[in-house]
């Protein structure tokens, strides 16, 4: 256990309250910094890395994504035709 969790044991057992109360209550804290004054965390201390990278967020895909993801396979075929008519026509053109 540490310091603090210690602190808060005996400060619940000691003032009748629940350790859950105890640990947001502010005479308690007020308490624990008159008796622990160096136990607070210096400004310049090094912040620890996390434990692992955040995990990374998936694009999220819109309606008209999904829909032209869908289409796209039938736009393929309607520009292949549209082209091979074209060609037709000009063929009969000349």
Do not use: H
């Not at 619940?12 to 624990?32: F, I, M, P, R």
């Not at 008796?35 to 434990?51: G, I, Q, T």
């Not at 999220?60 to 026509?89: D, W």
């Amino acid at each position: 256990m540490t310091i603090w969790t210690d602190f808060v044991k005996a400060f619940a057992t000691k003032n009748k309250v629940s350790y859950g109360c105890a640990l947001s209550d502010k005479q308690a804290s007020e308490e624990y910094r008159a008796k622990y004054p160096k136990a607070r965390r210096s400004k310049n201390a090094e912040a620890l890395p996390p434990a692992r990278p955040p995990p990374a967020k998936k694009a999220r895909r819109t309606k008209a994504a999904a829909f032209a993801k869908k289409q796209a396979p039938l736009l393929g075929k309607i520009s292949k035709l549209k082209q091979s008519i074209a060609k037709e026509n000009d063929d009969d053109y000349f």
